[in-house]
């Protein structure tokens, strides 16, 4: 589970110019001992927990047992790094060490769904969400399995450095920068060029996407890929595993995203820019997506003032 963490976090980014990145320390109970990780390989932590509690941002990627009690030199320097203001982050069975604080008793929190229940018996006070990618209380954050890792990894990187950011993060990853419903889904792909393909169905895709502030339907995508309305929609489903317009209205969402976080212009504004016919519409299609309000969006994430 360790991946997803050093791929986002631990990586250079020469393409975001003098942006400054995150610092990435792997740390252990006993630093310099072998640890042997899931697959037959083994890892080495350069830190102790002493470092653990002196970070900004504390990610535990999983522990060995779901059903095991956690140590409680780990609770104590999870519960220092929190007293210090650091945000806890969970992936996967992850959530076992951040329930162990007792930080998570009375909030909403989710796992792998193969670890849901255990999580929910060994600790009721907390409301375990198994249909969820991920949950953000603020200070503390758990999410779903390895994928659901990467995408609360980005979430996290568009939460200090914004979508564009996120965007090209994700890029790198060739993954999409948000995905659509809970654990288990398929990914939808997120707003940019699809590819170089010459088949209809890409020709449709790369056309609508350029072109969703206007009217978009089905009858207009098959005919920009060349192709009857009903085998549009039949070869379309097949490939992406969702309808052309259940795909559009996702890319209109998501090209909403940055327009909301650069503060410039009204939700009414935003929502006609990237094509909803109406506010209302796009109201509903950005909170089923999202689990917030573009109101709401636009606090957490904007980076200028915003209109009212």
């Not at 069975?93 to 909030?107: I, K, N, P, V, Y």
């Not at 600790?123 to 999410?143: A, C, K, M, Q, R």
Request: a neutral charge.
């Amino acid at each position: 589970m360790i991946t997803p963490v050093v791929e986002v976090f631990g990586l250079a980014r020469p393409e975001l110019g003098d942006l400054l990145w995150y610092e990435l320390r792997v740390c252990a109970e006993e630093p310099g001992r072998e640890l042997r990780a899931v697959g037959g390989f083994t890892l080495r932590a350069a830190h102790g927990l002493d470092v653990l509690a002196a970070a900004d941002t504390v990610i535990v990627p999983g522990v060995a047992k779901a059903e095991a009690k956690v140590s409680p030199a780990l609770v104590e320097a999870l519960l220092q790094a929190h007293a210090r203001g650091a945000r806890l982050v969970s992936i996967c069975s992850g959530a076992f060490a951040l329930a162990a604080t007792g930080l998570l008793e009375g909030r909403r929190a989710t796992t792998h769904w193969r670890y849901a229940r255990t999580l929910a018996e060994r600790h009721p006070g907390i409301e375990v969400d198994p249909d969820v990618l991920y949950v953000d209380n603020g200070d503390v954050l758990t999410s779903a399995g390895s994928a659901a890792g990467i995408d609360l990894c980005l979430y996290l990187v568009r939460a200090d450095h914004g979508a564009a950011v996120a965007n090209a993060v994700a890029r790198r990853f060739v993954v999409p920068p948000h995905r659509e419903g809970g654990q288990a889904q398929f990914i939808e792909a997120a707003v940019g060029e699809t590819g170089a393909g010459d088949d209809g169905i890409t020709q449709s895709m790369n056309w609508a996407l350029r072109h969703l502030h206007t009217p978009l339907s089905v009858p207009a995508l098959a005919r920009a890929a060349r192709m009857s309305e009903r085998s549009y929609s039949r070869h379309f489903t097949r490939r992406n595993g969702v309808s052309p317009m259940r795909w559009v209205i996702t890319q209109r969402v998501a090209a909403s995203l940055p327009l909301l976080e650069s503060g410039e212009g009204t939700v009414d504004e935003v929502a006609a820019a990237v094509g909803f016919d109406s506010t209302a519409t796009y109201r509903h299609h950005f909170t089923r997506r999202m689990r917030t309000t573009p109101t709401a969006y636009r606090k957490t994430f904007t980076r200028a003032p915003a209109h009212s």
